[in-house]
Nanobody, 126 residues
Framework: VQLQASGGGLVQTGDSLRLSCVAS????????LGWFRQAPGKEREFVAA????????DYSNFVVGRFAISRSNARNTVYLQMNGLKPEDTAVYHC????????????????????WGQGTQVTVSS
């Protein structure tokens, strides 16, 4: 599996963005696809994840109610709709795949995700 993330940009506080992550190769139903972010000088942190089989979604507390993760089987793509963006959301956003058959909930550890995309920059100005 290879991942290609896109959709980042420079926006203002309160704006929205939709990130996309296209997966090439076989995505098995038991996989979780996740979004992480990393701000300068900070560790990579979990944002959200979705299980391919049934679109079961998990979110970090700081994005609940603002972000939504979804997937398109036909397009082999995972989306992260980000609404109500804040300056503290500024980071490089990465998509990743946990290839182990993990029961819900998803893992929130970056080390559990074996395949990573290249990241897309999101900058939110105040």
């Amino acid at each position: 599996v290879q991942l290609q993330a896109s959709g980042g940009g420079l926006v203002q506080t309160g704006d929205s963005l939709r990130l996309s992550c296209v997966a090439s190769g076989d995505i098995f139903s038991s996989y979780w696809l996740g979004w992480f972010r990393q701000a300068p000088g900070k560790e990579r942190e979990f944002v959200a994840a979705i299980r391919w089989r049934d679109a079961r979604a998990d979110y970090s507390n700081f994005v609940v109610g603002r972000f939504a993760i979804s997937r398109s089987n036909a397009r082999n793509t995972v989306y992260l709709q980000m609404n109500g963006l804040k300056p503290e959301d500024t980071a490089v956003y990465h998509c990743a795949v946990d290839v182990r058959s993990r029961p819900a909930p998803s893992s929130r550890l970056a080390s559990d995700y074996a395949v990573w995309g290249q990241g897309t920059q999101v900058t939110v100005s105040s």
